[in-house]
């Protein structure tokens, strides 16, 4: 795939690593349809695309609701005329041991809220915009690519149930869906980041993140551009199908 004028749909679009995506698109030509929860976030990363000179759009959209979803893919390909790549990235955090116990009594166990709501936007959420956009390309007769955002996190992480779970579903999601749709020519790909520069980890504490990065052999945290790269590194190898590539510095969990 080109990506001069391909038309990219990114979900979590607004801010982090969905925005660190979109502007590295679009400095290569790439069009952006930014899906987002956060209006101001959302309009502030089309702004920064459009700087560099390539047509982006904002979407409101709750990723874990299949009309929003529907709807909004739909609206998309109105504005765009086509729809040739979707970054799944959107994603939420809701961090618990299954069992925590104190002086040999359970004192919290992981909420069954907690836990569907991690897999209600971090898997379901993949799934559904998956779907959307395997739908639009199909009708469209054109060859596409959809990226889903894992984690390192997939093989299993302390107080990670619900995230470990969703991101482990997501790499098994592109496998199928690189072989259901190769016979549209649509391919199906994941990236596991590992630790990555982000807003939450620059307002970590100084000895914290020092004791995260003394892991990572690479002995630094990922750049979000990095991770923008190896986005851009799929789509534009059309060989590249159903597998998963772990950008995370040797480290392994």
């Not at 790549?85 to 955090?93: F, P, T």
């Not at 992480?157 to 649509?186: C, D, F, H, P």
């Not at 990065?213 to 551009?225: F, L, V, Y």
Request: net charge neutral; glycine share 8%; aromatic share 4%.
């Amino acid at each position: 795939m080109k990506l001069q004028d391909a038309v990219v749909a990114i979900t979590g679009g607004g801010q982090g690593l969905g925005r660190a995506m979109a502007e590295f698109l679009a400095a290569r030509g790439a069009k952006l349809a930014l899906i987002d929860l956060n209006q101001q976030r959302l309009d502030e990363a089309v702004a920064a695309c459009q700087a560099a000179g390539t047509e982006a759009r904002a979407y409101l959209c709750n990723v874990s609701r299949e009309a929003d979803v529907d709807n909004t893919f739909a609206q998309i390909v109105s504005d765009f005329g086509r729809l040739d790549a979707l970054v799944n990235n959107a994603g939420i955090l809701r961090d618990a041991m299954l069992v925590k116990v104190k002086d040999g009594a359970i004192e919290k166990r992981m909420t069954l809220e907690q836990w569907q709501a991690v897999i209600d936007v971090n898997l379901t959420g993949v799934f559904l915009c998956g779907r959307a956009a395997a739908t639009h390309m199909i009708q469209g007769e054109n060859a596409g690519c959809i990226v889903n955002i894992s984690s390192i996190s997939r093989a299993g992480n302390v107080g990670q149930t619900n995230y470990s779970a969703a991101k482990a579903g997501v790499v098994a999601m592109a496998s199928a869906w690189a072989r259901e749709l190769a016979r549209y020519k649509i391919r199906a790909m994941a990236i596991a980041p590992g630790f990555i520069e982000t807003e939450m980890t620059a307002s970590m504490k100084p000895e914290a993140l020092e004791k995260m990065t003394a892991g990572i052999p690479a002995k630094r945290m990922g750049k979000p551009e990095e991770i923008a790269s190896t986005v851009a590194f799929i789509l534009e190898n059309d060989y590249l199908s159903g597998r998963v590539i772990e950008v995370d510095g040797a480290l392994r969990l």
